[in-house]
């Protein structure tokens, strides 16, 4: 008797606190095998916030947090998140009461914008490390966000809102 391959069907991702079944193949309203996280978040669950800059995982606008890591969605294929918790730009804040991250606020409070492309990147990356690292130092944050790419802003606008968040958080 010839044992027989069995393909999985489809996998199961969580983002943001919701459960997705997603079902996988070439059809359309499937997930193709060859789809990154970047295009299954913005194509078939619509969550538009995470942006696409380079493709490559050269500029970090594509950041997400993954089971706590920050992971570049365009480089990560969606078969290889089966099972897993991502959390996206728009998980962020508190959906009751509509009151954004404290992170979120920071960069509003310190104009560490522009355009607004690159980020919700950069956000999520910062979120990764405050989750990690709660009282970062500025060589820490500098680090946490070196893959990432702007061409609107300063960056020191960035750097001092994610110390300011920090230390809101801190409670100083």
């Known amino acids: 008797m010839r044992a027989e391959r069995t393909h999985k069907k489809s996998i199961t991702l969580t983002v943001n606190g919701h459960r997705h079944e997603l079902s996988l193949g070439e059809r359309p309203h499937e ?13 078939t669950l619509n969550l538009t916030g995470t942006k696409v800059g380079c493709d490559r995982g050269s500029c970090g606008s594509c950041t997400v947090i993954m089971d706590g890591r920050a992971i570049l969605s365009c480089m990560t294929l969606t078969v290889e998140c089966d099972g897993k918790s991502v959390k996206t730009i728009e998980g962020l804040g508190d959906p009751k009461t509509g009151r954004l991250d404290p ?32 009282s970062p130092g500025e060589p820490e944050v500098k680090q946490a966000l070196s893959g990432h790419y702007c061409r609107c802003i300063s960056h020191y606008h960035v750097l001092r809102a994610v110390l300011d968040a920090a230390g809101k958080t801190r409670g100083e």
């Open 31 to 43: 997930v193709s095998p060859s789809h990154t996280l970047a295009h299954t978040l913005r194509e």
């Open 103 to 134: 992170l979120q606020q920071a960069f509003i409070d310190h104009s560490a914008f522009q355009c607004g492309f690159c980020t919700p990147g950069m956000i999520m990356a910062a979120k990764a490390l405050l989750e990690d690292t709660p």
